[in-house]
């Protein structure tokens, strides 16, 4: 689905902040993007969503390019940043409306994802509020409904769990187990590594702008010669210096 080629880039060609990294995602799994803060996993996020364009390297998906088809490769994408990225002058039902007309839903499929994510989260008596003047976790989740709303073939999920309460980040969860089983891609990057072991199918971990590991978590244990270390462990290890395979 997702094609990330020896992409060397940033915000300067003299001072590239990542350098020759690739990776994949592929329907019906969950791609854990983890590392330090620093490390580059924010700007390889960038280059995906085409907020930056490398120096190097390119980006498919499905077989397409945001240089050659831009319209279709931003469609097949939707996003949930870190920071809540909303429309002062929209109230929350305006937000979802402008996620329906962005990404071209059908009525009837936004009217039953709409009202199933609004009890999800609970946010069903908040529709005609101003989500600026939500809290930090109930304006994650307005972000969280809109990237669900739109559900298009690659999701990217950027510390998604920061702010929310429990049962917000295991109604999230489920959400994204669900939407790999019924064929979508997800990159998810997180500092919870614990939560990220147990979700997600494979891993790219990232150092110093570079890939250090990859692959399921047995492949990466080989990588690092560390045999039946946890993803915390091997982090730990690489962050530290130590040598990979």
Not at 173 to 189: A, D, F, N, T, Y
Not at 208 to 233: D, K
Request: some cysteine; charged content about 25%; proline content about 4%.
């Amino acid at each position: 689905m997702l094609e990330v080629r020896n992409i060397t880039g940033g915000y300067a060609p003299e001072t590239p902040v990542i350098r020759s990294v690739s990776l994949d995602v592929n329907a019906h799994e969950i791609v854990g993007l983890i590392g330090m803060n620093g490390a580059g996993k924010s700007t390889i996020l960038k280059h995906v969503l085409g907020l930056l364009e490398p120096f190097e390297g390119e980006i498919l998906l499905e077989g397409g390019s945001l240089s050659t088809d831009p319209l279709k490769f931003r469609s097949r994408i939707s996003y949930i940043p870190e920071q809540p990225r909303l429309y002062e002058e929209l109230t929350l039902w305006e937000h979802l409306e402008l996620t329906k007309l962005v990404y071209r839903l059908e009525e009837a499929v936004f009217s039953e994802r709409v009202k199933r994510l609004l009890d999800v989260f609970r946010l069903a008596d908040k529709v005609d509020e101003f989500p600026n003047t939500f809290s930090k976790g109930m304006q994650q989740k307005v972000m969280i409904l809109c990237a669900f709303v739109a559900a298009p073939d690659l999701l990217i999920v950027d510390e998604p769990f920061v702010g929310l309460d429990p049962l917000a980040i295991q109604s999230l969860l489920e959400l994204l187990i669900e939407m790999k089983r019924e064929g979508h891609g997800i990159l998810l990057s997180t500092h919870i590594l614990a939560t990220a072991e147990r979700y997600c199918d494979r891993f790219v971990m990232v150092n110093a702008g570079q890939v250090a590991l990859r692959g399921t978590v047995s492949q990466m244990q080989e990588q690092s010669g560390l045999p039946g270390a946890t993803l915390e462990e091997m982090f730990n290890h690489v962050v530290s210096g130590g040598a990979v395979r």
